[in-house]
């Protein structure tokens, strides 16, 4: 799944000049056109006149939409035929056309060959799976699609499905021979096998039981699409109706549910947790490990979680009603109200980091804001508090980790970036037409203005970035984390497709998300393609990741400087990064992870696998003795001592499932080697900032901890 990466500009912001809207208004024609007809019209218009950097929309784009479309359809090339591509081929010209109106035959005609090759071996997978597989038969497998062809018949497709089939299940028996020799059980092969086919086959029924019965014409069309907009950039996407509320409702932070925790478990949706406060808190009839039968009258056995999320939740005041069944075996209907939701898990967080100097640490999953509630959860609003709660606690200094930061609001960046430095551009914005302004906080005051480091990682993106970015350009702050962070500079526009027509096309038609502006940093470099480079470099657990992976990303340049005036104190990161790289050098957690992913990169480069037991598990015990190491990374990482603020613990008191859920996110760092590494730079920093104590400093002038 591709990562959410945004930097998002409200929608009632927008100034979009006034002919893409007139173009847009399809409605009033003697021959409407259909829904889909509709939106595939509205995308191609909207690309050509609203993109930052439209690509021509001709034969050479339509090939290459083309290409995306199957791989979104079959990627691992088990469904098409050979001969099925050649004569789709004939309409991979025909992308443009469609786009300016003329009927949608390729989707048309890809659609109904790939119903009918689901059918086909949705039927053949069971007849596989019917028969014991010899496991002593010398053979391979080749998983990645890129080194095969697609198959030529239906015997070698059938042959496809064997071995892959053959090696999934010798994955399983593989664990259940193991699992034999821990427990005794006195299994035979012959039963474990049975077993281990049986697993598999529980697993694709699940599969072809969404292919066939729960993805739907308007599910290939959101991807056909999607392969339209993406080859434009990564991230101008297509967002059908459901999409698009999920994405609304990640950006504010909240949602409109029944407060039920959920998950997965072997093809049934159980209740994990009920949250305080919520629907069904007050109702108090759902109980932790009900399964979830039916949501009002649609069953959803076999059902992602996912899934069932969206048909749970709904406009606030509206009534669902669940069918569950208890721990006891009853079965129970539920009627619930839905009501407001607050995601607690993505908005800001802080805590206190103690040791050599008491550190303040804040964590911001993302940069969100409810632009359909002032009244909302806001990021800028949000981390001011949790910054003036730490200068309360008389922290030295202040670590932000924005790892995994995905973006989020433009505007909430912007002041934030306000509360370490005074006015100024914190970040540029060029237009389609080169138009270039300078997006300025333009508060005077300086909230914190104390040792700052910013975490990043390559999960870093957007908004993150420019964060980053300013604090780096400004010589605020020392950022500490991967080589570069994502590179996403650019900034989207959410548009409601429906705002563009008049009258009933069948339905809402979704939105877009739609790339309209490029970001470079006060310094005038894009923060596009190439990211932010770290200051102090630690040693990445990831590679394959980042923006430089996708051929349709726009390219890196640079627009002159803005005119803006570094910190009065500039951070010193020479020092820094010396002093760290020589403790990572002689680091064993940052070792180990450097031969961990050196041992991942063999392993993807791998393409045939055994399909016989004896080779199987030769390579497995060589490849589990290569990353075996990696399980003592934590054992070599010193406990950090981290503690929530006495506020916060005070605000959860008597809510258990926040209290726990607050213990877990505490563990999670008390042995991470890079937060460890980050509080070791921060208190470099913290001395740096303190020169006339560097050589003196007692516990006479140190800050005191509340009593």
Partial sequence: ?????????????????????????????????????????????????????????????SKEVFAKYLRSLDGEKKFFLKSDIEALRTYETHVDDELNGAPLDLFNKTNEVI????????????????????????????????????????????????????????????????????????????????????KVKKIYDKYFDRLKNRMKDDDRFSM?????????????????PIEKRSFQEQMSGRFYGIGAQLREDEGRIKIVSIVTGSPSWKNGKLKADDVILKVDTT??????????????????????????????????????????????????KS???????????????????????????????????????????????????????????????????????????MVQVRSRGGDTQQQKDRDKSVQYDGPLAIMVNEFSASASEILAAAMQDYKRAVVIGSPSTF????????????????????????????????????????????????????????????????????KWDVIPKADFTPWSDPVDVTTLKQKSASRVANNEAFKIINENIATLKKLDAQKNYPLDLASYKA????????????????????????????????????????????????????????????????NDLIMQSFPKLKNNYTEANRPKEPR
């Fill in 1 to 61: 799944m591709r990562m959410k990466l945004k930097v998002i500009i409200p929608v009632m912001l927008i100034s979009i000049s006034a002919g893409i809207f007139a173009f847009a208004k399809i409605g009033g024609k003697e021959d409407p056109p259909g829904r889909y007809e509709a939106i595939i019209t509205l995308v191609g218009q909207i690309l050509k006149e609203g993109h930052y950097q439209p690509k021509p929309i001709d034969d050479k784009f």
């Fill in 115 to 198: 119903r009918k090759r689901v059918v086909e071996v949705a039927a053949v997978y069971p007849v596989i799976l019917e028969k014991p597989f010899d496991f002593n038969q010398k053979e391979t497998v080749v998983i990645d699609p890129e080194s095969m062809d697609w198959p030529a018949d239906n015997a070698g497709r059938t042959e496809a499905w064997r071995k892959s089939l053959k090696f999934r299940t010798l994955e399983k028996y593989a664990e259940l021979i193991e699992q034999r020799e821990k427990e005794k059980n006195g299994k035979t092969d012959a039963a474990l096998e049975a077993e281990a086919r049986q």
């Fill in 224 to 240: 056909y699409v999607n392969a339209i907009t993406t080859t434009m950039d990564p991230h101008t996407d297509y967002m059908p």
């Fill in 299 to 348: 069953d959803i056995g076999g059902y992602a979680v996912d899934e069932a999320v969206t048909l749970i939740r709904g406009q606030k005041g509206t009534e669902v009603k669940l069918t569950v069944k208890s721990i006891d075996g009853t079965t129970k209907t539920v009627s619930l109200i839905r009501d407001e939701i607050k995601l607690d898990d993505t908005f800001a």
């Fill in 351 to 425: 805590a206190i980091i103690s040791g050599e100097h008491r550190i303040g640490y804040i964590y911001l999953p993302e940069f969100y804001a409810d632009f359909n509630d002032r009244q909302g959860a806001f990021s800028y609003d949000d981390v001011a508090e949790e910054i003036k709660k730490l200068k309360a606690e008389k922290v030295e200094g202040i670590i932000l980790d924005l790892r995994f930061n995905g973006g989020g609001s433009l505007p909430d960046v912007i002041k934030m970036a306000g509360l370490f430095v005074p006015e100024g551009t």
């Fill in 487 to 554: 590179g996403k500079g650019t900034v989207q526009r959410l548009l409601d497709l429906d705002n563009f027509v008049r009258g009933d096309l069948g339905g809402s038609l979704g939105a877009i998300k739609l790339t309209v502006q490029k970001f470079y940093r006060a310094s005038g470099g894009s923060t596009q393609l190439k990211g932010v480079e770290s200051d102090v470099v630690l040693p990445s657990p990831y590679y394959e990741v980042g923006e430089k992976k996708d051929k349709d990303a726009l």
């Fill in 619 to 682: 390579d497995q015990k060589k490849n589990a003795a290569a990353l075996k190491r990696y399980d003592a990374v934590n054992d070599k990482v010193k406990d950090i001592n981290i503690a929530s603020l006495k506020a916060d613990l005070t605000k959860m008191a008597g809510d258990t499932v926040k209290l726990a859920r607050n213990k877990d996110w505490l563990k999670a760092r008390v042995k991470d080697a890079y937060l460890s590494e980050a509080v070791n730079v921060m």
